[in-house]
């Protein structure tokens, strides 16, 4: 092979070669761009999802509105609670506490023959000496009073109590407390919560649209920590006011209302 041979395929081997780093360059170049736009789409569609959560269109400064929502509802209680007081006086603590421990002791027993448990009671004996615990009167005997806390889920129960305890020789605190148990407690604070927050919300529209605005998203939401009805109780009791009496008063009960509130924070956008 002749030197202008050689020469020649040297010269077609150094243009393929040129050639094939061109198609490299260019499709490096190539792959680069389309990175680059995948990046770019991939950092919108990120974006995207952070202003989709964040909402910075409905953030208009401190704008917000405060809203209390209520609700009230009726229904019979199914507690039952009776303090029951008795009081014996003698010239010693000792006699006193078994003076009126026998007689608490003989109500606890009659109590029971009613269909009360032991659960049910609890009981208590105090003494008092110089002064007589309820008329506050001096006196050199030792006052001993029992006292009693009966709780019971049944009204027709409560009226036997009650039936009997008018006819013993209580102090005072005949009626019983009238009130919701826990487990009913719970069961009409889930309604009237549910109940409560539409009001709020339903409100909270009111507002806005008489204001010309909307309403944006729950910024907070306070409940109380106490609600429902306070149970009344017959104060100033004495042993005066029912022993005279043999016929025991009927238990009626009624129902109760029971009130729930909370108050709304809402954003106005």
């Not at 910075?56 to 809203?67: A, Q, Y």
């Not at 208590?124 to 001993?144: E, M, S």
């Not at 709780?151 to 102090?171: F, G, M, R």
């Amino acid at each position: 092979m002749s030197l202008v041979a050689l020469a020649r395929l040297s010269l077609e081997a150094r243009d393929e070669n040129e050639y094939i780093l061109d198609l490299f360059a260019r499709a490096h170049k190539m792959t680069i761009r389309l990175n680059s736009r995948h990046l770019v789409a991939v950092l919108v569609v990120v974006i995207i999802i952070i202003l989709g959560f964040w909402r910075p269109w409905e953030e208009n400064g401190d704008r917000t509105v405060s809203i209390t929502g209520e609700a009230t509802l009726r229904a019979a209680p199914d507690e039952f609670i009776f303090s029951p007081l008795y009081e014996r006086q003698a010239s010693s603590s000792k006699e006193a506490i078994s003076a009126v421990s026998e007689l608490g002791n003989g109500v606890v027993e009659k109590l029971k023959k009613l269909g009360v448990i032991d659960q049910e009671i609890k009981t208590q004996v105090t003494t008092n000496q110089g002064f007589g615990p309820i008329t506050d009167q001096q006196t050199d005997k030792v006052t001993a009073q029992y006292s009693l806390t009966i709780v019971i889920h049944n009204q027709e129960l409560a009226q036997k109590i009650l039936d009997y305890i008018v006819t013993s020789p209580v102090l005072y605190s005949v009626l019983p407390q009238s009130i919701f148990s826990p487990g009913r407690r719970k069961e009409l604070e889930k309604q009237a919560r549910s109940l409560a927050l539409t009001d709020a919300k339903a409100k909270a529209k009111q507002s806005a649209d008489e204001l010309g605005i909307r309403v944006g998203r729950v910024i907070s939401i306070n409940e109380p920590n106490w609600g429902g009805p306070i149970p009344m109780t017959l104060e100033g009791q004495t042993k005066m006011d029912v022993q005279p009496k043999t016929t025991s008063p009927i238990l009626l009960t009624g129902e109760q209302d029971f009130t729930f509130a909370v108050t709304v924070v809402f954003r106005l956008r």
